[in-house]
């Protein structure tokens, strides 16, 4: 099987199963790694990646439905989105859309925070957008529940880091508009946490 | 013809002269450094040390390369990013030097240099860098004119932590090559907290649990290991996370924990996997010392930039993505 996609942590198969396209995304072993963290990590990033993803939908975020699970092989078997990758579009999007779809962007992260998680890698790359302007956020493998201010923050943080380092003749557009669609979700934090996405920033710099 | 510049580098404890020409042969490069007897550095004692002994290794640096006064065609300094009482004393001796030679004076920054000697040594292109030291974690590439920071430390660098675990245990500073010796002889693996967030990742809860692991009595073996592969680790999945991003084809590994041959390994493991060519800068060029700085003081220059004295103040917070990358094209 030629493999669709090879990132940091896994490779995507996309297969055809019972007349649709499916998407398999498998974790394999990195000799590099001791393998007893390897091991810990394929498993644990396997199974909270495919709860995360049912816990993020119930709180209002589109993601792909996952079909089946092995945890034992490190695999997970998920709908494959008809999109493309907000990355990809970035560059070629007129500017009302781009910023229309970074607000959701940035409202569906408000969401997730809402509900006490945090996405752990909201890179563009992580954001699927149909042709008509729905979006979905994927790789939820990084993901975690009872966030604090502070992994809101290092979230938004990264979010805006994504912009700067990938997008950098848009990074201003691009980060205002997911701070708008963000400050749409009302919760109880949100002045804290977008206060600490500036003292974040701050701190990992030299001293 | 080929120009000769005189680099200086003093960001942090190490104070450094180098000697490089245009055509890319480091002529000498020298350097002392600042080791208290106990605690971290003293940026006020540091830059003592680099006042006290800056001249001498200067000197040294020109009786190597063979050369006098009247060679130097271009004098490069550290400007920054560092401890600000160490970048003073720096620039005000690459000021002296530059006034009295009558060459131009080029302000490097500091990472950026880190990257270029890289470069230099490797022959690669366009890599993604891990810059591990004692006080930088980052993960950079070259993208729209800028070097970015695509990763770093929310917290404490890895040497600083390799460090600060060392002295708890009752290590010298610097406790990094210890630690490596120690972890070859372990024989269990303990597990660490392992905290990666996107590219980024934090060190400080794994050395807390660490220094608890040593009081619960596990071997200082065992412990010096654990530390390491739970730290190198979370590194090279943030570098593998950077390689799968940008799909750069070049990794290259620089600065003082470069020296770690199990990180060596590991990243290299990365590179492969993702069929990329990897390079460890060997140590006198890995560390901090003028011959980094000298060479990319010899490429700005040649792109045509200019510091006056008057402009040339320290700046102890310059990013690596503040510098435009002038010299280089695409
Ligand atoms: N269900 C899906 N439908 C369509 N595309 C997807 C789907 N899931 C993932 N992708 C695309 O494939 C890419 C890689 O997937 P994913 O991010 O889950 O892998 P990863 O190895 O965890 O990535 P990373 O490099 O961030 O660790 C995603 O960035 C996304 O663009």
């Keep these: ?207 | 013809m080929s120009i000769i510049c005189l680099g200086i580098e003093g960001t942090a404890h190490s104070f450094g002269a180098g000697v490089v020409s245009s055509d890319g042969h480091v002529l000498s490069n020298i350097w002392d450094m600042f080791s208290p007897e106990e605690g971290g550095i003293h940026p006020r004692e540091a830059s003592r040390h680099h006042s006290d002994i800056g001249p001498s290794v200067i000197r040294n640096a020109m009786e190597e390369a063979s050369i006098n006064n009247k060679d130097i065609d271009l004098v490069a300094f550290s400007r920054g990013p560092g401890l600000g009482p160490c970048l003073r004393t720096t620039a005000t001796i690459a000021r002296t030097l530059s006034l009295r030679l009558d060459v131009p004076l080029i302000g490097v920054n500091h990472c950026v240099a880190h990257i270029e000697i890289g470069c230099l040594e490797s022959g690669f292109k366009d890599p993604v860098t891990v810059y591990v030291s004692g006080g930088n974690t980052q993960i950079i590439a070259y993208a729209g004119k800028r070097y970015r920071t695509f990763g770093e430390t929310l917290d404490i660098a890895i040497g600083n932590m390799l460090d600060t675990f060392g002295r708890e245990v009752g290590m010298r500073f610097p406790a990094g090559p210890q630690i490596e010796r120690e972890a070859s002889n372990a024989t269990n693996y303990h597990q660490l907290p392992y905290s990666v967030k996107g590219m980024d990742l934090s060190y400080s809860g794994m050395l807390t649990a660490a220094n608890r692991l040593v009081s619960e009595g596990v071997s200082l073996a065992d412990a010096c290991f654990s530390v390491q592969e739970t730290a190198f680790g979370m590194l090279a999945e943030i570098a593998e996370r950077a390689i799968a991003h940008t799909k750069k084809k070049e990794l290259l590994l620089t600065g003082g924990v470069a020296r770690n041959n199990r990180l060596t390994d590991i990243l290299s493991g990365v590179a492969k996997r993702h069929n990329a060519a990897f390079h460890r800068v060997t140590p006198p060029l890995a560390g901090d010392q003028g011959a980094m700085i000298a060479w990319t003081g010899i490429l700005q220059h040649e792109a045509g930039d200019r510091l006056s004295v008057a402009d040339s103040s320290i700046l102890p917070k310059w990013r690596t993505d503040e510098q435009d990358i002038v010299w280089r094209r695409s």
């Design chain 1, 1 to 207: 099987m030629e493999p669709w996609n090879i990132g940091a942590e896994s490779i995507i198969y996309r297969l055809e199963q019972w007349g649709r396209i499916i998407l398999l995304k498998h974790r394999p072993q990195k000799p590099y790694l001791l393998k007893d963290i390897d091991e810990f990590l394929r498993t644990s990033r396997t199974s909270r990646e495919c709860k995360m993803l049912t816990v993020a939908r119930n709180l209002g975020v589109p993601t792909p439905m996952v079909y089946w699970i092995d945890v034992h092989n490190h695999s997970i078997a998920m709908e494959c989105l008809q999109g493309k990758q907000l990355k990809q579009l970035v560059a070629e999007l007129a500017a009302d859309r781009l910023q229309k779809i970074t607000r959701e962007f940035g409202k569906l992260i408000g969401l997730l925070h809402r509900g006490g998680m945090v996405h752990g890698d909201p890179t563009t790359s992580n954001v699927i957008v149909n042709p008509r302007g729905n979006i979905w956020l994927v790789d939820f493998g990084l993901a975690e529940m009872n966030a604090t201010v502070e992994m809101k923050g290092v979230d938004l943080h990264l979010m805006r880091r994504a912009f700067e380092t990938t997008h950098w003749d848009f990074e201003a557009i691009l980060w205002s508009a997911a701070l708008d669609g963000y400050r749409t979700i009302h919760a109880e934090e949100t002045e804290q946490v977008l206060s600490r996405v500036e003292e974040i920033r701050e701190r990992g710099r030299y001293h």
